[in-house]
C-alpha cells in the first residue's frame, strides 16, 4: 500500500488565513509511507484485483509462486 500525505489545511480558524510568504508549496510536505502488504492466498490477490504478482511488488511471495518463476498468482 502506499499512502501520501500533504500538509493539512486548516478547516476551522477563527480568522481568514494570511499568506506570510510567497513561496510556492514544495514537493518535501509530501510524505510516502509504504506499509508491508500481505495475502493469504491468490484467491485475496485476484480480488484486490493485484495479480500477477512480480518478484519486488508488494504482497509477493515465495508461497503465492508455485513454480518459482518470479511471477505469482498466474
Given amino acids: 500500500m ?5 500538509k493539512p489545511k486548516n478547516l476551522f480558524l477563527s480568522q481568514p488565513a494570511t499568506p506570510t510568504s510567497t513561496a510556492q508549496p514544495t514537493d518535501d510536505l509530501k510524505v510516502t509511507v509504504e506499509q508491508d502488504v500481505y495475502y493469504a492466498n491468490c484467491t485475496a490477490v485476484r480480488e484486490a484485483d493485484k495479480a500477477p504478482l512480480h518478484r519486488g511488488d508488494p504482497g509477493y511471495s515465495k508461497k503465492l509462486d508455485r513454480d ?3 511471477v505469482a498468482c498466474e
Fill in 2 to 6: 502506499l499512502f501520501i500525505v500533504e
Fill in 68 to 70: 518459482g518463476d518470479g
